[in-house]
């Protein structure tokens, strides 16, 4: 296959160290859960322990707070094998990639002491609370309301969609703490949630796809949080922060999309090698080559688009016009790839014990999550 032997500009050897680490820890310790985390709609809680043990959280974050002091080519590496083994129930990317760099960069010197240990080695779990069942990609119509009371926020509200709603034990909310119009009274509150009068998980959402990922709806009815815990301790920063974290949301979801495009494509393969029918493998056939070449390209080109944007996030270049092209870019080219394998294996590829079956399901919401891929093309309009 034409990716075969290639290697990404930013790669080292401390990168292929840690590419050896994480393909050994999924293999041993994701891929042999996946059927049953699937079926109980949640990864084990102790999954987050073992991976801390291993080195596997918060991988970019400064040593001095408990994380691997890498850059997010350390991040990349980790979201490459999770794409690779067609894992998407292990929500590492929120909780490492994510919503560990939101404290990281914002947070105050206590903040970042306080929760990022903690996360580093799984003995916290953190999710963030974005969207509401009246808000999707509108964050400035956020209407959960945060009301200061002496030395608490009162918090009342719902979320929805929430990754990690299970295990979370700390939760990042967007909540309105004025009432300044739009983004400006937005704030970002860290709530450490076990056993937290007013905070109720809700039900498990049922979804077309990352069946084994745990994603729930949350709910606020006066619950108190320190004032301590507003991120980065100046009110109607919210909206802020979150943009400036959101480009490096959007590459991780663009980085998983290109490895899974890829990992269909090697998958097809291997199949059209096996499968007969008229008396030869199917690969044999003209159409099946030319669309297994056209898909190979196709990931080749998703790899390396991503990859390069990759270099320009090492190096703190990258865009959110940028972000915005890779994730909408990538994740489509995720699901024509996904889909044009899967004809190839015809009825099989419709049953769910095939991976491409998985790969199809779980697809979908990448166009969605992160921003829908519609808000990504008006992002990269506005740089025009």
């Known amino acids: 296959m034409i990716l075969d032997g290639y290697r ?22 994701v891929t042999p859960h996946q059927d049953r985390w699937a079926a109980e709609h949640q990864v084990d809680r102790d999954l987050w322990n073992k991976a801390g043990d291993t080195g596997l959280l918060c991988v970019s974050i400064p040593e001095e707070y408990g994380g691997g002091g890498g850059t997010f080519a350390h991040e990349a590496i980790i979201l490459q094998e999770q794409g690779f083994a067609g894992d998407t129930s292990w929500a590492n990317s929120v909780h490492s990639t994510i919503i560990a760099h939101y404290i990281n960069a914002v947070g105050t010197e206590e903040q970042k002491k306080r929760w990022l240990p903690g996360m580093a080695s799984g003995d916290i779990v953190a999710a963030i609370a974005m969207t509401e069942p ?85 709910f606020f009815e006066e619950m108190r949080v320190p004032v301590a815990n507003l991120l980065g301790a100046v009110e109607g920063k919210g909206f802020i922060q979150l943009m400036q974290q959101l480009p490096q949301e959007r590459l991780t979801i663009a980085v998983g999309g290109a490895a899974t495009a890829e990992t269909a494509v090697r998958e097809t393969i291997a199949y059209a090698k096996e499968r007969e ?43 959110t016009e940028q972000a915005s092209a890779g994730k909408y870019w990538a994740t489509d080219a995720q699901n024509r790839v996904v889909d044009r ?44």
């Not at 945060?146 to 939760?171: E, L, M, P, Q």
């Open 8 to 29: 990404a500009a930013w790669e080292t050897e401390e990168t292929d160290d840690l590419r050896a680490l994480a393909r050994e820890f999924i293999a041993n310790e």
């Open 134 to 218: 009246g808000t999707g990609s509108d964050l400035q119509a956020v209407k959960t309301k945060a009301v200061r009371d002496g030395d608490d926020y009162v918090i009342n509200g719902a979320k929805t969609f929430i990754s990690n709603g299970t295990h979370c034990d700390i939760v990042v909310i967007v909540a309105r703490t004025s009432n300044a119009p739009g983004a400006k009274g937005l704030s970002l509150i860290v709530a450490e949630v076990n056993d937290l009068p007013g905070f109720s998980r809700g039900r498990v959402l049922d979804k077309v796809g990352l069946h084994g990922q745990d994603t729930r709806e949350l």
């Open 277 to 319: 029918a008229f008396g030869q493998p199917i690969l044999g056939f003209q159409n099946t080559k030319f669309v297994l070449a056209e898909c190979a390209t196709e990931a080749f080109a998703a790899r390396t688009f991503a990859d390069h944007l990759t270099s320009l996030h090492i190096d703190g270049r990258l865009t």
């Open 341 to 384: 394998c899967l004809q190839v294996f015809g009825g099989y590829g419709y049953m769910n014990e095939y991976p491409i079956a998985r790969m199809f399901a779980d697809a979908r919401v990448q166009k969605i999550y992160g921003g829908t891929n519609e808000i990504m093309k008006e992002l990269i309009s506005r740089g025009l």
